[in-house]
């Protein structure tokens, strides 16, 4: 008969240490189970190498990479403020288990898998909530005392776990539910080779592997955990409809009859519009001016086509100016305030990066809005006017 015990802990308690050596101690497992995968269990047991300049600037999703910094910054200083490392406790069970020769086994999902599927599946208003909220703990995080010890009390994590899924419904079913079936998924694996299974998770999950323990029917296949998030590519057709929108708008106004000057207006808004957001938001970001003129300048451009980004190419510039190196990860982890992170040239270059394209993606929708108002013309005159002759047109060539 199997016997299966869960210790749930807080990252970043000494209380939750003590708790894994002792639980080891005296339950005495046939192998131990921890919630890591290989690379996270890699970068606690030996020393890495950080990615190079050039691969984070290649990854290009600059967004996803800020949120992952900012949460790994923000468990850092939870950890800075208790004096214990993040992971201690992870750390603790391998040292443990191996001085009992106990076999461990990696038990979660790899964090690749975890973060793709988590931002794929978060609406675009979710991402920005999520920044935001990121944005906003990075400024504040210092000033309040955090009681460790409430991390790993089962009603206080419930009660954040389900703040966070009316936070972030998709997001939460990403990173919390799914990994509570693929842990559960591992441990039953587990207890069908050995007898004395002890798995360490972190607090939040405890409840929901525990159902899946008690009830395995219920767990979804380990398949449908696993692969990536395959929704349709909304960035490349919202990309593309713009594209097309704006290509019908010229149209429209070029055919509509009301002038060369109102059409190159028209132009020269798209240019203005994209490239000043574009380029104010490198400026809210700390960028350097040539990084500001570099978004300012490719922006209208890059807002036509979906395969680009204006933020890419104000960071090329802004890592050409900044020079950062590859070291500075650690430095981004262990920044105690927000004006110290932006004083990091890696954090700016990536920062940069992210603010650019939010700042043309703003321009774009700004300049879809409002650009009759700016005309001074009657959008469904020139419109009706428009469309109507393009036909006469095309009508005209067949």
Do not use: C
């Amino acid at each position: 008969m199997t016997e299966i015990r869960i210790v749930g802990t807080a990252h970043v308690s000494q209380k939750s240490v003590e708790e894994v050596r002792a639980a080891i101690e005296e339950f005495q497992p046939d192998v131990v189970g921890v919630e890591l995968d290989r690379g996270r269990f890699i970068s606690l047991t030996e020393e890495t190498a950080d990615p190079t300049i050039d691969e984070i600037l290649r990854g290009g999703n600059f967004g996803r990479l800020l949120t992952q910094w900012v949460l790994a910054y923000i468990q850092q200083r939870i950890g800075a403020e208790t004096g214990v490392k993040p992971g201690s406790e992870m750390l603790a069970a391998i040292e443990e288990a191996e001085a009992h020769q106990t076999p461990i086994a990696l038990i979660d999902r790899d964090i690749r898998i975890t973060l793709s599927r988590f931002w794929g599946k978060m609406r675009l208003w979710e991402k920005i909530k999520l920044v935001g909220a990121l944005l906003y703990s990075l400024v504040g995080i210092g000033g309040q005392e955090i009681d460790v010890d409430s991390l790993i009390d089962q009603d206080v994590v419930s009660a954040a776990m389900e703040e966070f899924r009316k936070f972030s419904p998709r997001g939460a079913q990403a990173l919390i539910d799914e990994r509570d079936a693929y842990l559960a998924h591992q441990i039953l694996m587990l207890g069908g080779r050995y007898e004395r299974v002890l798995a360490v998770i972190g607090a939040g999950h405890v409840r929901g592997v525990q159902h899946y323990l008690d009830a395995p029917e219920t767990l979804p296949p380990l398949q449908s955990l696993t692969t990536d998030v395959k929704g349709l590519p909304w960035a490349k057709i919202v990309g593309a409809g713009v594209t097309l929108l704006f290509a019908l708008l010229i149209a429209a106004i070029a055919f509509s009859g009301v002038g060369l000057e109102v059409l190159l207006a028209a132009l020269v808004y798209w240019v203005l519009i994209n490239g000043i957001l574009s380029a104010a938001f490198t400026l809210l970001a700390g960028g350097h001016l040539l990084s500001a003129a570099t978004a300012f300048g490719v922006s209208w451009m890059t807002s036509l086509t979906p395969a680009l980004a204006a933020g890419w190419f104000a960071a090329f510039v802004e890592a050409k100016i900044r020079k950062p190196t590859t070291g500075e990860v650690q430095q981004i982890l262990n920044a105690e305030t927000f004006s110290e992170l932006r004083r990091i040239p890696l954090f700016r270059v990536v920062l940069v990066a992210a603010l650019a394209n939010v700042g043309s993606t703003i321009g774009t929708f700004a300049y879809l809005i409002f650009i009759f108002p700016f005309l001074g013309i009657d959008p469904s005159v020139v419109i009706g006017a428009g469309f109507s002759n393009m036909l006469q047109a095309l009508q005209g060539l067949f």
